[in-house]
Every structure is written in structure tokens, then in C-alpha cells.
């Protein structure tokens, strides 16, 4: 899954599964448990994260949020590894 950087820090576009699409992914909202533009992530993410289920599950993150925290976890670790 493709993810785009934008001018706005932690947040990023990530690739749908629909050609063409892109969803807006914001990493600091809901206290770090992430928000997605996706219908999925208002549908079935925002309840258990409300509830205040661990953050970065399945219950509480989308697709689209887990490649965004991966993309930024890589970036973070090759930046790291540069300096060793």
C-alpha cells in the first residue's frame, strides 16, 4: 500500500484499494490512535476508539492508519541508521 508524505506534519495519504483513490490519514488525532477519512475507519475504528480500546489494533485502526504509522516507523529507523 503506497503512502504519500504531505506539507502537514504526521499526516499523510494513503492508497485505496479503489484505483485512483487516496485517503487522508491524520497519526496525532484521537490521541495518537489515528483518524482516517475511509468510511471504514468512521464506521467500525471510532467506537472502540471511544471505548478506549489499545490504540494501532485492528479494533481501532484501519487499513490506511496501520501503512501510515509503518511508513512513518520506517522513515524514523532508516533516519536513525544514518547517524549510527
Known sequence: MKV???????VYEVESSKPGKRYKVWLLRNHGAGMCDCP???YRCQGAIY?????????TACKHVLAASRHLLVSILEDQAKHQ
Open 4 to 10: 504519500w508524505d504531505t506539507n502537514e506534519p504526521f
Open 40 to 42: 471504514y475507519h468512521g
Open 51 to 59: 471505548r478506549n480500546e489499545p490504540k494501532l489494533t485492528p479494533a
